[in-house]
């Protein structure tokens, strides 16, 4: 595994990859407030299958790729990153398989609806596909356990000059060892940097209302239970929402971040769908 920088849509991305670099291509996507590093347990077991495995920063989470505005926040935005990183990366045109977690989720959900000829199989980790979400949200109402109040924290993630205050309450949250976290607060360690990757929640309001067709490729969806951010009927309703073969684990008693704070449980279900559906 290295470290390694790509150039995309003349930004700079930092990754971390492994692999052969003639394999099938995997790209995965990391979660806020976490960068490429979150992908670290995973990344030799999938380059060991033979993928070309790499996580890239998101922009807002590197110098290189640090646009200014919140319109530049959008999805699309991201999605359009992650294509033409693919290309970069020597799959101009062509379909890789996506893997995300948290809002990398949300954006892989995005690129494999918008742009399905191009993802050849999905993973998203605890964050269902957007139309789930809003039938949890009609579904739940105002209940505290409805989708609705789960996600009151992106009012608060939102707001101009809470970055900080976040920041450190997301990653208190998460709960795993210093060593695992240390490389979030190193890469994140000024205003500038919180304020482009917080400016991802002041850009939800630009497309949440964007429907999305369901996605037709191959989709395992895992729902770690202790993240208490995604409400059960969301979850229930995210079958609707894949046409292709589609697989739900639910993975109890772990929370977010579920690849760094189990491991042995995530990676299994990860190599068994790449072993079952990729070519």
């Known amino acids: 595994m290295k470290e390694i920088e790509i ?13 052969p670099e003639d394999g099938p291509l995997l790209l995965l996507l990391h979660g806020l407030p976490r960068n490429r590093w979150e992908w670290h347990h995973q990344i030799p077991a999938m380059a060991k299958m033979g993928f070309r495995t790499v996580a890239p920063d998101l922009r807002g989470f590197c110098p290189g790729a ?10 699309k935005e991201y999605a359009q990153d992650v294509l033409e990183i693919a290309d970069a990366l020597g799959h101009a045109g062509s379909p890789f398989h996506l893997m995300g977690t948290s809002i990398g989720a949300t954006m892989a959900w995005w690129l494999a609806a918008k742009h399905p000829d191009r993802v050849a199989t999905l993973v998203c980790i605890n964050i269902p596909h957007p139309g789930a979400i809003a039938e949890g949200r009609s579904k ?6 409805g989708q609705g109040a789960k996600f009151d924290y992106i009012r ?8 900080r205050n976040m920041f450190e309450a997301m990653l208190a949250a998460q709960g795993v060892s210093p060593e695992e976290s240390e490389p979030y607060r190193k890469a994140l360690d000024s205003d500038e940097a919180l304020r482009a990757v917080y400016n991802y929640y002041r850009a939800i309001p630009l497309w949440f209302k964007e429907r999305l067709d369901p996605v037709p490729m191959p989709t395992l969806f895992i729902w770690p239970t202790g993240s208490q951010n995604v409400a059960s009927a969301s979850v229930e309703a995210n079958a609707r929402w894949v046409r292709g073969p589609y697989r739900c684990e639910v993975v109890e008693d772990v929370h977010q971040p579920a690849l760094q704070a189990a491991p042995e449980r995530l990676t299994p279900l990860l190599l068994e769908h790449l072993s079952e559906h990729a070519e």
Request: aromatic letters at 6%; glycine letters at 14%.
């Open 66 to 75: 640090r646009p200014e505005g919140v319109e530049a926040y959008h999805l």
């Open 156 to 163: 608060e993630s939102a707001r101009e000059g809470n970055e």
């Open 7 to 19: 150039e995309a849509r003349g930004m700079t991305f930092q990754a971390l990859a492994a692999g």
């Open 140 to 145: 739940t109402g105002t209940s505290a356990e």
